[in-house]
């Protein structure tokens, strides 16, 4: 029982794997941080575009952020 419990000890065979699990884990974490913080600007971005068009005399630093809510079809 000693032996297997010294050989299981040893034995690194699959670290690798859990490894490269990890550094895929945190990728993918790191990749939707900077996903949500890039998709919030661009959504600030369309709504001032938006806004200038609807209303052709706002400049864009007097456009507001607030987007309006789309008309519902019947």
Known sequence: MTNFIKNFWKDEEGATAIEYGLIAGLIAVAIIAGASAIGGGLNEMFCK??????????????????????????
Not at 57 to 70: E, G, L, N, P, Q
């Open 49 to 74: 575009l938006s806004n200038i068009v609807k209303t052709p005399s706002t400049t864009w630093a007097d456009a507001s952020t607030t987007c309006a809510a789309a008309p519902t079809t019947p």
